[in-house]
């Protein structure tokens, strides 16, 4: 099978997501290690996105949560899915 670099992303994230989701219901946190080290790699980080809601993605927390700076202030996302603007 040969996949390409959106069908390996999305085979990555099919198996990351649930893991994390895991994680976040037993109050489990992103270490500052982990924090620092996912931010180096942040792609999504300071890109426009219109869902969940309209904004500039700005991170995550160690909780997991999606911070996403609307111009009126930063808001935690903890679910749904992002689009791109």
Same mark, same amino acid.
Request: charged share 20%; with cysteine.
């Given at each position: 099978?040969?996949?390409? %670099?959106?069908?390996? +992303?999305?085979? !990555? #994230?099919? /198996? !990351?997501?649930? =893991?994390?989701?895991? #994680?976040?219901?037993?109050? =489990? /946190? #992103?270490?500052?290690? $982990?924090? =620092? +080290?996912? =931010? &180096?790699?942040?792609?999504?980080?300071? &890109? /426009?996105?219109?869902? %969940? !809601? +309209?904004? &500039? +993605?700005?991170?995550?927390?160690?909780? *997991?949560? #999606?911070?996403v700076d609307t111009g009126a202030g930063t808001t935690?996302? &903890? $679910? *749904?899915?992002v689009e791109l603007s």
């Open positions: 099978m040969n996949f390409g %670099p959106a069908s390996a +992303a999305s085979t !990555l #994230l099919d /198996q !990351l997501v649930p =893991a994390l989701l895991r #994680l976040t219901a037993h109050g =489990a /946190q #992103l270490t500052e290690f $982990e924090c =620092a +080290a996912f =931010a &180096r790699r942040d792609w999504l980080r300071g &890109r /426009q996105i219109r869902a %969940p !809601l +309209a904004g &500039r +993605a700005s991170g995550i927390r160690p909780d *997991g949560a #999606l911070l935690m996302v &903890r $679910e *749904g899915h």
